[in-house]
């Protein structure tokens, strides 16, 4: 019940910032100019997806590192109190990756759902608020790891520009290299080291766009066919929104403030 009633304070102030309203207003603003200028909003998805795969997961790691360590004080006042850590942790967590995924329901889903709804814009809302709760639970983990708040920062920022480009230069680094050697195999499991093409791959399966999925999504989707490939990116954005989550909530649980 105590966790209930912190995500409930932590949603209302959130949503309450500027930065998130501007947020809101931001993507709600580029959708519907998108589809408005292209009058089609299928083809907008494919405009949009760039700007979803670069934009969520950035402000959801910086505004979710900032948070973080603006919200010290708050933290170590509710553990002043009989409220245990992992309550305190998931309130915070939770609340500002739900309050961040009704941010972006609201910017790009809303005016994708007035214009007509499609199983590929349904699979990018989902996304897009999959990548709110992983980029979310990146900046945590990057925040407990870290006292000092340029560190931490400073590590979400190498996070993300991993993920948005340093990951795509590496598997055409080694396509390029090994493009003499059968690599279906690798491809499946280096596709999994990235939440934003897993995301992706996610979208464009639903729009039959092999040529668009790059080097992993093209032969994730040869070698697997659009229904398995589904459950592999379902599976994985799953474990990307566990996984850094469960380390983040074990550090905090030791963590001295």
């Known amino acids: 019940m105590t966790t209930v009633k912190i995500l409930k304070y932590v949603i209302y102030d959130i949503l309450r910032s500027r930065i998130v309203i501007g947020y809101t207003i931001l993507l709600f603003a580029v959708t519907y100019g998108i589809i408005y200028t292209g009058k089609d909003a299928s083809k907008a998805i494919i405009s949009l997806l760039n700007v979803v795969m670069l934009v969520v997961p950035l402000v959801s790691i910086i505004f979710g590192t900032i948070h973080f360590y603006n919200s010290r004080e708050f933290m170590q006042m509710m553990l002043a109190l009989p409220v245990k850590r992992k309550n305190i942790f998931w309130a915070e967590y939770l609340g500002l990756s739900f309050a961040l995924s009704i941010s972006f ?53 190498i996070i993300w520009f991993y993920t948005a480009i340093i990951f795509d230069a590496i598997v055409l680094m080694i396509y390029f290299l090994f493009s003499d050697y059968p690599l279906e195999k690798f491809t499946v499991i280096i596709s999994a080291l990235n939440p934003i093409d897993l995301a992706r791959i996610l ?49 905090f649980n030791r963590k001295n403030f």
């Open 105 to 157: 329901t609201l910017g790009v889903g809303l005016p994708l759902l007035i214009y007509g709804a499609s199983a590929a814009s349904l699979y990018l809302i989902f996304s897009g608020a999959a990548l709110s709760f992983i980029f979310t639970s990146l900046s945590f983990l990057a925040s407990v790891i870290n006292n000092d708040k340029t560190r931490g920062i400073g590590l979400s920022l």
């Open 203 to 251: 979208v464009l399966l639903k729009m039959d766009i092999s040529a668009l999925m790059g080097y992993t999504g093209a032969t994730l989707r040869l070698f697997f066919g659009s229904a398995f490939g589904t459950v592999f990116s379902f599976a994985f954005l799953i474990i990307w929104i566990l996984a850094p989550t469960a380390i983040a909530l074990k550090v």
